[in-house]
């Protein structure tokens, strides 16, 4: 780290030590000469508006110093608008690597992209998805359709992909079983499928 100039730390020391007052005398001062040299006369008059002018300085000053020190938020406050910033952030880029997957299936469904251009760029923004998912702190504060992709993938790397029962209310009030999503391709299946037939992944029992 390279040292200060001698030169330059006095100088700092000087304006650190300088007193208030002897900033509002300089200012009277070149106020006074201003008015003298404009043409004004040594009276009272002139001497009372250098006092109004020095004091209107002053008066700035001290607003803009106030300003600044409410400007300047708390360490702590700091901290937590930092940490909302970067959840924020990534819940909006895990939002656009959604869209970017629904609509990559789009295309590959027209059959404008080949299928191993599908299944690459399909593997890279999943793997993408899940770092920005690894990356938020509180698991339980996600939104619904993160922690379904998370423990799809969770399930995925194991063999089997999570499924999530697809039910219906039964006029007594109860719930019927009628179908069972695929955790990877969100298709409905029957109750007793084995393999997702949307998708091909097996389904965990």
């Known amino acids: ?10 100088d700092d020391g000087k304006r650190a030590s300088r007193p208030p007052w002897l900033t509002l005398v300089v200012v009277f001062a070149g106020l006074f000469g201003v008015l003298v040299a404009m043409g004004g006369e040594l009276d009272a008059p002139t001497v009372a508006l250098s006092l109004c002018g020095v004091a209107l300085v002053f008066a700035i000053w001290r607003l803009f110093t106030v300003a600044r020190a409410l400007s300047v938020p708390a360490p702590h406050e700091f901290m937590g608008t930092a ?12 939002g656009r690597l959604l869209r970017a ?4 299936e789009f295309d590959h469904e027209l059959g404008k992209i080949s299928d191993a251009d599908f299944e690459g760029l399909e593997a890279r923004y999943r793997q993408r998805a899940v770092e920005v998912m690894r990356a938020l702190e509180d698991v339980e504060s996600l939104h619904p359709s993160l922690k379904k992709m998370l423990e799809a993938r969770d399930a995925e790397r194991s063999g089997y992909v999570t499924i999530h029962d697809d039910e219906v209310t039964k006029p007594d009030g109860g719930l019927v079983t009628v179908g069972r999503v695929c955790g990877a391709c969100q298709g409905k299946n029957d109750v007793d499928a084995k393999f997702c037939k949307h998708c091909g992944k ?4």
């Open 101 to 104: 997957i629904k609509e990559l």
């Open 1 to 10: 780290m390279t040292a200060a100039p001698p030169g330059k730390e006095k």
């Open 202 to 205: 097996e389904l965990a029992a």
């Open 83 to 94: 940490t909302g910033g970067e959840k924020a952030r990534l819940s909006d880029e895990f």
